[in-house]
């Protein structure tokens, strides 16, 4: 099969549930105690997808397409240097941070960089925590002396509530704008700021953008705003410290981090497996129990809408990206952007542990952030910040509030707890949440409703535990 035909395929058999695997399913007989299986056309009725009339509009996502396209590491990039700027030992737990400080006299910095001890490591903590942190409390699991809690300033910068969200809801703070050029030192973008979890890297070569709003158009704006962030307390960049060399040997290991090392055939069109995870997108998900095959319908029916990546479940829909790919013109620019959709569900107006969004001022009181935000009819609203607004902090664009990109969900039950601020314990809460007023009045669960009986909503959870 060519290319065009390949990415064809891929895109009907995500956006259809498979033909390939629901066709033949529905030949089966269904065991006594399941529900019937019922057939392709009303696989095909109950996904809704047929216009992709529920899913969020406006100019940001005209261009998307479902196509099965994927970033990859750069030609001749080292991923055991990588590992080692990342912060870890040879065995992917250990922390060492020798060859990970990005410290040193910098003329970007003018001046003497020097780390707070943090590296990658410190946030992404090891293979077996899928490259994310444990569940919060945090000092039950790591010593007040580790630098993740000892350079909180980094983030916080004097923010009187940073140590106690870190601890006690593993949340950091991240002003998103922070060293953006573009923008002068007053400028309210520039103060702006959330509170979000560590996103695990388990399969972060699937991303459809990065960093937990898909903001990152590439792997080097994702890690280099790290190592800026979260390393020291000043504004100030240091370019010079973080070379392009060493961003693609970082890439090059994160991108290695997959949860079933079957999950690779996906990105190689010439692997022997490619065509058959890219036709069925359950090829790799064993489900052994019945419960689980009755969520796995409901999974179709619900949420494999947004969640249709085959085998992987994040959202297919995607931007061609630019760069030295030999399929694309050599003209194009070589950071283009590879991005995708976000969505608004409702968790950041929800602000399920209260958080503050108002900024601390020296006198000890705390001023709100209010910054201008462009409608699509080209009109302009001062916003009051009051919760995490998500992609819009980035984009300037009102239509982008609270929205996030869609989560990839292979070996979900180990990455809790769940949604940007850590606010579902469990996968149940997060299926109560997706039944609940909070998700189907939000800005696209109102495009999208669901209400599930107690049955299927205990019937998803077993499906989603078995991937």
């Keep these: 099969m060519n290319r065009s035909r390949l990415m064809h395929a891929a895109a009907t058999a995500a956006t259809l549930g498979t033909a390939a695997t629901l066709g033949t399913a529905c030949q089966l007989s269904a065991p006594a105690d399941e529900e019937p299986l019922v057939d392709l056309d009303t696989i095909r009725s109950e996904l809704r997808l047929d216009a992709d009339s529920f899913l969020n509009t406006g100019t940001r996502s005209l261009h998307l397409e479902r196509n099965l396209r994927f970033a990859s ?25 020798s060859g990970a400080l990005f410290e040193g006299p910098s003329l970007a910095f003018e001046g003497l960089v020097v780390s707070n001890g943090r590296a990658c490591a ?71 700021f959330f509170w979000r979890k560590s996103p695990p890297l388990v399969n ?39 070379s392009l060399p060493d961003a693609f040997d970082m890439e090059a290991f994160m991108f290695e981090q997959l949860s079933d090392p079957r999950l690779g055939a996906l990105l190689d069109e010439n692997h022997p497996d490619h065509d058959a995870l890219a036709g069925d997108p359950f090829h790799t998900v064993e489900l052994r129990t019945h419960a689980a095959r009755r969520g796995k319908r409901v999974f179709i029916r619900d949420c494999m809408s947004c969640h249709n990546t085959p085998n992987v479940f994040n959202d297919l829909a995607n931007v061609q990206g630019l760069g030295s790919d030999p399929n694309r013109p050599p003209t194009f620019p070589a950071f283009g952007p590879n991005t995708g959709r976000a969505f608004n569900i409702g968790v950041s107006e929800r602000n399920a542990h209260g958080l503050r969004f108002t900024e601390p001022a020296s006198d000890g009181s705390f001023a709100p952030v209010v910054i201008p935000l462009i409608n699509e009819n080209g009109s302009v609203d001062e916003h009051t910040v009051t919760f995490d607004i998500g992609l819009a902090a ?15 969900l292979r070996n979900i039950r180990s990455l809790g707890p769940y949604f940007h601020d850590n606010s579902a ?43």
């Design 122 to 192: 410190s946030c992404h903590r090891g293979r077996s925590l899928s490259f994310g942190m444990p569940p919060p409390p945090i000092d039950a699991h790591i010593p007040d002396t580790d630098p993740v809690l000892t350079g909180v300033d980094a983030d916080a910068q004097g923010d009187p509530e940073a140590l106690e969200v870190l601890v006690d809801l593993g949340l950091f703070k991240y002003r998103p704008n922070r060293f953006n050029p573009a923008r002068p030192a007053e400028d309210p973008y520039r103060r702006v």
């Design 73 to 97: 590491a750069r030609s001749g990039a080292d991923a055991d240097n990588g590992r080692a700027l990342f912060g870890l030992a040879a065995d992917g737990e250990t922390i060492d941070t």
């Design 394 to 408: 980035t984009t300037g664009r009102a239509e982008d509030i609270g929205r996030f990109k869609v989560p990839q």
């Design 204 to 242: 972060v070569v699937f991303s459809r953008g990065f960093l937990l709003d898909g903001r990152a158009r590439v792997m080097f704006e994702a890690a280099r705003g790290a190592v800026f962030s979260h390393t020291q307390s000043s504004d100030q960049r240091f370019d010079d410290l973080f």
């Design 425 to 467: 314990a469990t996968l149940a809460d997060v299926v109560e949440y997706f039944n609940s007023d909070a998700y189907n009045e939000s800005a696209d669960g109102r495009r999208h409703r669901i209400r599930q009986s107690r049955r299927e909503r205990r019937d998803l959870v077993r499906f989603l535990e078995a991937l």
